[in-house]
């Protein structure tokens, strides 16, 4: 499979402390890879500076051979770089469809992967409730509606920072269920997960990260049942961070 994203020496600070000390890692195409590792390990930063949210300190970031390093959130994005942040962050007093409107905004000249008809396919609720505000859906449809927006802007590269926070278990299965059917249409995602056995459950690959380092890496299927990593990550959860 061709490479994707490939991340060499990736340095970063983030408030003042050293969050990223030198991380390798790549996902290829097709593929969903995972990140899991504790609280502060430096995951939420790593998405952020390949998204250009977070300025590197140093080492590469390459999108298809192409250095990203260092480019605006705007540059990514029309790259087809796209991001679903931690916590959704929709916009609450604009519609949903205007939050999935805006989601197309980085598309350019790009062709539209996922056109409005799609997404609305994909989450039937988003299509129910087009004219509500986004702030009154629940926290379950907010994150659907994140996703939905993500995919607006036609990624090539799909990131998603703890998908499943604060969801009800049911809503959780139906979100990774639509992450695991695009997949399966050859949507590429790079994910991070505070629930790590259900990361490692869906994932092709996965990286463990702690104190700003990869310290394990391979099959998500072995590493799920690897003494070290249910005692250590597994067992109490991989947190956000």
């Known amino acids: 499979m061709e490479t994707m994203l490939e ?6 600070n983030y408030s003042g402390i050293q969050a990223l000390r030198g991380v390798s890692l790549n996902v290829k195409q097709g593929e969903i890879v995972a990140l899991i590792g504790p609280n502060g390990a430096g995951k939420s930063t790593l998405l952020n500076c390949v998204s250009g949210q977070v300025r590197t300190a140093g080492g590469s970031i ?19 770089l796209l991001q679903v942040p931690e916590g959704r962050q929709v916009f609450a007093e604009m519609t949903v469809l205007e939050n999935l409107q805006l989601g197309a905004t980085a598309l350019r000249s790009r062709a539209a992967a996922y056109p409005l008809k799609r997404v609305l ?7 129910e409730r087009r004219e509500q505000s986004a702030g009154s859906l629940s926290g379950g449809q907010q994150q659907m509606l994140a996703i939905g ?46 629930n790590a056995m259900q990361a490692l459950a869906v994932t092709n690959r996965a990286y463990v990260i702690e104190q700003g380092r990869v310290v394990h890496a391979g099959a998500s299927s072995e590493l799920a049942h690897d003494p070290e990593i249910v005692a250590h990550y597994l067992g109490q959860g991989a947190g956000t961070g």
């Not at 991340?7 to 970063?12: E, G, P, R, V």
């Not at 036609?154 to 639509?178: N, Y």
């Open 62 to 80: 390459k999108l298809e051979g192409d250095e990203m390093t260092g480019q605006t959130p705007w540059t990514v994005s029309r790259r087809g």
């Open 149 to 194: 927006r993500a995919l607006m802007g036609g990624p090539r590269l799909l990131l998603l920072d703890e998908p499943s926070l604060g969801l009800a278990p049911l809503i959780v299965k139906q979100v990774f269920a639509t992450l695991l059917a695009l997949n399966q249409e050859g949507l590429t995602i790079l994910l991070i997960e505070q």
């Open 121 to 127: 396919e994909l989450f039937p609720i988003l299509a």
């Open 7 to 12: 991340i060499t020496d990736l340095k970063a």
